[in-house]
Each structure stands twice: as C-alpha cells, then as structure tokens.
C-alpha cells in the first residue's frame, strides 16, 4: 500500500478530507440498513435465541418493559418497584428451568467525531478534533430473584479498555410485611430519579450525560453527581401500579466509592465517615383526551432533595491521607416531570444546587479562616427533553440543557463561568426487537457549550486556551446498542 | 469541519436510518412488526364499554403490538414468538373462548370480564396483571380483542351470572361442601387434599389438546379469576371455558354453591382464611370420624 493510500485511508490523519468522512459515515448507515434488512426478514419467527435476561425469564417482548430501552415504562417501573417480579407466583427462581442464567451482555460499537474548541496544545491554541471506531464500556448485567420476595442486582461494568468495577450490586427485601410500600434495598445502587441517566437513550460523549447530573460550579471540591450510583440503604415503597412512588435513602458520603474510598477504583482518595440523605417522591396520573379518544396517557411528576457533605481536609500519616474531616454541607433539590401526550414524552428536570462556602475553597479546611470573597456556591438549571415514537422501534430524540451558575464561590469571579447550554438530537431505530434479543441503531449529534471550563464530556485537552470565552464541543455519533 | 458540515452529516445519516428503519419495519412484518394487525377487519370501529370508559380499538392495536404480541401473536392465535416455551399456552382470541367469566358457558364474555382479566392477570401463568396501563389503555385493549373473532359482530356476551348474598360461613356448610367435593368428583382431577394430584389430573388437557393442570389448592392464594369468595363462586358456576373445568350451574343450588366454597378455603392450608380456622378446629375434635375423600368414599365423605 503507497504512504499516500495509507495516509488517506487513516480518518485520524488530517490528510482524511472532511467530505471523506460524510461519506464514510453515509456508506456504513446504508450499508448496515441494506445488509440488515435481508437478515432480519430471514429471521424465523419464534427460532431468535438472543436471551437478554428477563425477557427469557418472562417471555414479554422488550416493548413490554420499555417505551425505547433501556428507557422503562410504567410496566417495567411496576415490575422493578416489585423487586424484578411479575407477581404471578412464578417470580422464585424454584419455577424457572434450570438451565435459565439471569444474564444479560450490553455494548456498543461506534463511530463518532468529538470536536473541541478554544483548547490549549503545546504547539498553540486551536480545535481539537478526534474521530474514528469505538466501543462504549460494556455492562454485565445479572438481576432477577433469589426467592420470592428477595431480588438482586449485580452488574460489573467494564470502560472501553476492559477496568472493571460494580457499577451496581445490591439486595433488596421486597414487600415486607406484604406490603409493596416497604421495600429495603442494601448496597451500590442507582438514586430513585425520576428521570434515570442510567436507562436513557443518548449514547454520545456529550449527550449521553444529562450535564445537571454531574454539575458542579467550577472550583469546588464537592465530587457529588446526582447521576453517579451511591452506595448505602433506601427504604421504598409503591403504589399498586406505582402511580405514588417514594423512597429515603441514607448513603455514605463518598459518591459511591469503595473500600473507603470516593469511588469505585483504585487510587481515589478516602471517603469521610458521614452519611448523606437522599428523598425523591412522584405521583402519576392519567390526563383525559378529548371526547371519544383514548387520552393522553401517563403523567407523572416529582420532587427530589439530596443532603449530603463533603470533608475539606484529611487526616493524614506522613502525607498520606487516611480519612476525610472538617465535613461541610451541601444539598441539590429539585423538581422532575415525565408527560405524555399520546407518542410524544416530554420531560422537564429543574434543579437547584447550594454548597457550603468551604466546598468552593479548595484548600482550605473547613473551620480556617475563609478567603475574602468567598461565599457559598450555587447553581440551577436543568433540561428538556422530547422522544417521539413514531411505533416501538422507531423513536425521535432531542434535549436542550441550560445551568447558570447562580453565585461563584469568590465574588471575584466572572459571574458566568461554568454556565452550560447543551443540545442534543438522535434517532434510534430498533430493526430487532425480540422478546429474546435487541438491536438499535443510533444516531446523535449534541452541541455543548461551556463558559471558560472544560465539558462536562471530558472532551478536550485538558486545557481551555481562553477562561474568559466559550469551549463548544460537538459529538456526531453512530452507534449499533445491543443487548444479549 | 464546519458546524454546517457537522449538520450535513448528521442529517444524512438521520435520513438514512429513517429510510432503512421504514423499510425494514416493512420488510419484516413476521419478526417484529405485526402487519398483519393493520389489516385486521372492523378495528377502527370495535369498541369496548367498561364503567364508564369506552375503548377504542384502533388505540389498543398499537398497545397490543407493544405488550401482547409476544405471546398472543400477530394474528392474535396464541402463536406469538414466545408462545411455544410458555405453559400453559397464551390465549387464543381467534376462538374466542375464555376462562374467567360471568357469564354462563359456552357464551361470550362481558366486557368487564376481559378486562379484569387484564387487570388481574393469571396467577402461575405467563400473563402478568396489566393494572399499571391505566384504565383507558386496558379499556382500549378489550376493544382490540375483540377484533380477532367475528363472534363477537354475530353474538351478544351472555347473561351475567347473578351472585346470591353469601350463606354464614359454619361447619355445617363447611361438612355438606365436603360430600359435595366428593359426589361431584372435583378430587378426580384436584385430588382429596387439594394438592391437584387426584388420579385424572396427569391426563386433562385444554380444548387445544395441550396439558394442562388443575389448580392447586395446598399452595395457591389466589385463583385463576379472582380472589375472592365470590371469584370462586363464579368459577365452578361458569365454569373455566376451554379447559377441563366444567360448570355446574346446572348441577347444584346457590345454597350448595356457596358450601362448596367453604369446604374449597379449607384446602387453602397456605392461606390463613375463616374457614380453615373453623375446619381445623373441628378436625381436632372429630377428626377420626371422617371418611377420606376418595373412591373409597363413594357414599358420601362424612
């Protein structure tokens, strides 16, 4: 092959035209659409053996439990809410055939092109740019019951470079006394959201993460992500059909970490030794249609608080840190919606953000002497997000962000460093939707535009060029998301 | 690249996934896109009238293609992709001929009747209780339902059963719904003790010729069709169509009826009830003076 063939053929090497890869990304959309359609009109009916673990335990389709998976709808809320049971009396692993495995396989293979914009290299400022074939973390999940009444969750969960750790591991006691309002859940879990980031349907670098989720104002040093897992005890419960749900959970103080740590692998620093609360509370109802038709579906609407601390100092032996201290507060509150209006889902999420003075301080333990300036970090904003579903394998994806920040931890600092305005568009198709097995395709393009910091993506170099200008980072994203 | 190529690509690629998606929607109506319930006859007119709510066919057709087809099929026979690793086997709408009724046997069901049947669900069955659709979603699916057998444009649901008030709950009623399990020979297929092991039971099938098995009282809390004394009434007087479960309307008074029922929560050892209670107690006493049940007893079980 000459050096010129193989320079072209590289889309990393900047010879690689712009109209390349347009065209590149075009040819694979039509080819994976002409290849597959053939395939899956020679599916046989009823013969598809991909067994993604509760569809092969219950034999519903993934339309059941989904409005778009992962994304649940009421029915697969009711069925998580009873502890991944149908409650037909054949929930207890004693009635399932020996040979079922509750085990399920999810990754996705992918092109995207990541662009960053006022970022700082060694030879200069500019746009960095990045595209190419790649592959999303993968998740293992096993869930299911180990009797009637008692589920488990455990799903290790791999990056893309294969670094394992329990995104999720946890028992749950479910219905005690009988009751669906009492439900205790013991170990590494997702927070009730009523809008779950862990079950949503955008898979780029910059719109898969709702920003707000992992918001903090620039220059603190609270690690809290109301996205991230935590780890600790929740007490919930749930109407019949979990039109009322609630749920109270005392975690430890340490964004879900580990072995006493603040995260989930090795070489965070240590946890502190305070326990954070976490509320939510949602209640559904059914909004009429007009005359004659059959209404607009499910709405529902809840409120969320989070209070929790952070230490500012650490107890240490020799310079190694053993145990955070001079713990000082911080809450997230706020309100969340999932409205539906026949095939269009609409959700809102608002947030308000406050964090003791000390946690906008880095260094500076709390109980010393705070510089002068310094007040208590705050921030709202949130996000709206539509799907339509055009059917059950076809949905239409968008979301626009916005998070100002309300007051900077120094009053020296320009008012709108921090504040993000984000983006997003998609469109996920799911040619195989089996009872056994699923395939989607998905395309997104997301638009992030962050005042003096970095994105909340980790796209970039590292280094903004200019803190006083925007940082715009693009995603464009093709992804095949399947689930085993 | 330029934003404006950045939106180029994107389009493209947004274009052509919905073409293929369309296509292939199109293409594979035999996997995963249930054509053929765009066809069906009459859907956008069925109605269903539940309390108040009226369904609407055409709504429950896409909420079939989401929750039903799995089990009950594209062509709503119980052949759906799931159907054949599923006991018992899914309903099939195309006879329709359904289990838990008010209405006499042989007749077809009111709508009420098919849509609890949603709601609740079939204990120790595939079919979950459907109750987190709201009540419009299952009036809709009632509606679609109907749409797969033309029954139900030739025929009228039958007359609703009419439920006598309960008689007392005493031993008397408890004893006489004893000789009455073992005259009508329900221990046949449920066995003397309820644990669904009488000698027929190894042999019943449904009207499809498939296994089938009888209930089990030993470990159940609830039935097939409801939970209730009045539920359980209504089963042995409807009887459970396309099953081996016959009616007995025609073999036993209300009075009786209702003794039956009695005697039939005795068995229910798993589930704490009144008339367990009561049985228990009056075992102790009499215990040995009690005839088995079984074809030893053909006399009379007391």
New interface residues.
Partial sequence: MSEKIRECANPMNPKWSRWKTILTCAFLLIAIAVCDVPRASALPRGKVMAIPAFARKYGLPCSACHTAWPELNNFGQVFRDNGYQLMNDRDSPIWQNPSYFPISFRITPSWHRESTTNQQFDTGNGTLTQAGFDLSGMDLWSAGTIYKNISFVLLPSSDPTAVWHFESAFIRFDNLKGSPWLNLRFGRFELDNLISEKRFLFLSNNGGIYQIYHFNVPGSINNFGYGDNQIGVELAGHSANSYTRYSVSVLSSNEGGVNFTTDVVPGAPPSNRTYDVNLAFSQAFNAPGAPGESGFGQERIGAFAYIGQRPTNYLTEGGTQLVGINNKPFYRIGFAGDLSYKNLELMPLFMYGHDNPYLGQFGVPGGSTLPAGAQAPTFYGGFLEAHYYFNPQNVALGRFEQINVGQQALNTTPGSLGNITAVTFGYRWYPIMFSRGGVALDGEFSRVRTIGVEPESGDGSGTVADPTAAVWSNSIYFGIDFDF | ?T?K??????A???V??????????T??S????PDPLLGTPSVATETSNISGI???AE?GK?LY???C???HGPDGNG????????DPQPRDFTEATFKCRSTPTGTLPTDEDLYNAITR?????????????????RA?LVAFIKTWSPRWAKEKPGATLNIPPETPITIESILHGRELFQKLECWKCHGPEGHADGPSAATLTDSKGNPIKPFNFST???FMCGDSNRDLYRIFMTGLDGSPMPSFADVIQPNDAWDLVHFLRTLQVALPNQELTLWQSYKAAHGKDLKPIGPDSAGGAQ
């Avoid at chain 2, 190529?5 to 994107?10: E, G, M, S, W």
């Avoid at chain 2, 052949?79 to 599923?86: L, T």
């Fill in positions: 690249m934003l190529k950045f939106a180029v690509t994107f493209l690629g947004s052509t996934l919905l073409t293929a998606g369309a296509t292939t929607s293409a594979q035999h996997v995963n896109s009226t369904g609407h709504s896409h293609r989401r929750f087809i799995g089990c052949q759906g992709m799931n159907a054949q690793w599923i669900g079939f204990v120790t069955t595939n079919m979950p209780s459907w109750r987190p659709l709201n009540p419009q979603q809709d159940g809390d609830r």
